[in-house]
């Protein structure tokens, strides 16, 4: 054998002092690297319970939050109910007319005419006088027809013409009673003591309506009125029906314009637009008109489409139009998101079978995106039925009596008549108020139910 030269010897002496990687140098390693993950786990261990301490608050937090939102719209719905639901009844006063030809101030066999024009108002102020004989100075015999409303003597009136043989004879008639009346039957309180009752109405006033309850001769009935009659300076004659059918109108013309520029648009940006900076541009400001005041879009409905183009002034054209230009960028947005919402592949398939990009568009991106272009549409509407500013700068909040007929006639809306019944001083006007307010929020949840439905109903999930 050779013996290993001088060099080779100094390598095996330096690599014997080394230290032995399978030996203790391993442990040493292994033992500092379980020493750190335990004190890792300790540090753990002691700030966890600090962290779900934390994630606890953070969830409770949340949930007093949604309470605390659910308990104010309780508070104030309820409020809204208790003030309202009097509205949808009104009392009527039991009388027994008699209309016979000389207090009627007509002839044996009248005409039309002539029983249109007839003393009815006399009538029925005899006819109350016979019922309180006792009643004779001026003073109590005026508080004593002021518990019958004035459109008594219409409602006669109409019973006659429908029934001139009535003519001669006496017969009980239910008149609507006064507001004042009204809201004092329904409000149940102890009319055997005048003091304690908050009202308008005289200490005598109050003993003719507790001889009328007494005797059976008041009734509280549906009120067919509110839902069928329009504005009155009188409340238990007010009703909404000329401002449900001025909402129609305008939302109707409102739908029209809106929807298809809207989805028009929404399909340009989306599918066939370049991206640059032009479409860019459009985008941002399609954006920043979603955030645009609403009585802005009142100017310029007021600068542009009445005073330029002079368009009727309180027409339902002209508040379908202003709401038409503030509803374009809800339904555009709502309508892009929709068509992004539909798959690529639904894109590639249509241009695989050689459907041209118009094709594709039309036959299958549009018809799969349609549950959510709805759905931002019905949004889009129940916003603009809520709206007041914009129709108040183009005229809409004028006195309406007579039903509208065409887009061309005054009209007021249902938001716009909550605000004019909301200044109005009478007691009655405030359960008026309520009411219509309960009508709007009841339109408004419909509408978003049916977005809701339609979303359910159509929605394909990939």
């Known amino acids: 054998m050779t013996e290993p030269t001088s060099g080779e010897s100094n390598v095996n002496e330096s690599n014997s002092s080394q230290p032995d990687p399978s030996s203790g140098g391993d442990n040493a390693v292994s033992s500092t690297s379980v020493t750190q993950r335990r004190d890792t786990t300790e540090l753990v261990k002691a700030t966890l319970a600090r962290r779900y301490a934390a994630e606890k608050r953070f969830r409770w937090y949340g949930i007093i939050a949604i309470g605390a939102s659910l308990a104010f719209l309780l508070v104030l719905l309820t409020s809204i109910f208790i003030k309202g639901w009097p509205a949808f009844t009104h009392s009527y006063v039991k009388l027994n007319v008699s209309l016979d030809a000389d207090s009627l101030d007509v002839a044996e066999n009248p005409t039309d005419k002539q029983i249109r024009a007839a003393n009815f108002s006399g009538v029925i102020k005899k006819s109350l006088r016979e019922r309180f004989p006792d009643v004779k ?125 809207a989805v028009a648009a929404a399909i340009y940006l989306e ?115 809520g709206e007041t500013a914009p129709l108040l700068m183009i005229g809409m909040v004028a006195f309406i009596v007579d039903i509208p007929q065409g887009f061309t006639d005054a009209a007021t809306v249902l938001p716009v008549q909550v605000f004019l019944w909301a200044d109005m001083p009478e007691r009655a006007f405030v359960e008026k108020t309520s009411a219509a307010i309960i009508v709007l929020l009841g339109f408004l949840i419909l509408m978003n139910a049916i977005a809701v439905l339609l979303r359910k109903k159509f929605e394909r999930r990939w």
């Not at 309506?209 to 009188?234: H, I, P, V």
């Not at 054209?317 to 929709?338: D, E, K």
């Open 271 to 385: 599918e066939f637009a370049p991206q640059n900076r032009w479409t860019d541009l459009v985008e941002v400001n399609i954006n920043n008109l979603a955030a645009v005041p609403s009585i802005v879009f009142g100017l310029l409905g007021l600068a542009v489409f009445i005073n330029y183009f002079q368009l009727p002034r309180s027409a339902p054209i002209v508040g379908g139009i202003v709401l038409s230009l503030m509803t374009l960028p809800t339904i555009i947005i709502a309508s892009r998101a929709a068509l992004k919402s539909v798959p690529p592949s639904i894109r590639e398939a249509g241009r695989g079978l050689g459907a041209s990009d118009q094709q594709v568009v039309w036959h299958h991106v549009l018809p799969l995106a349609m549950p959510g272009i709805m759905t931002g549409t019905i949004i889009g509407l129940a916003q603009a039925l």
């Open 137 to 261: 100075k001026r003073k109590a015999k005026k508080e004593l027809y002021q518990l019958i409303s004035g459109s008594g003597e219409y409602l006669l009136s109409d019973k006659v013409r429908a029934n001139p043989e009535l003519i001669g004879q006496t017969i009980d008639v239910w008149f609507p009673a006064d507001d004042e009346l009204a809201s004092l039957l329904k409000s149940g309180d102890d009319l055997s003591d005048p003091d304690s009752i908050v009202t308008r109405m005289s200490h005598q006033q109050i003993g003719f309506a507790k001889a009328l309850l007494d005797a059976g001769e008041t009734q509280t009935r549906f009120n067919k009125t509110f839902f069928t009659s329009g504005n009155s300076a009188e409340p238990e004659q007010a009703g909404i029906k000329a401002a449900l059918v001025g909402s129609a109108l305008t939302l109707l013309v409102t739908f029209l314009l809106s929807f298809p520029i």
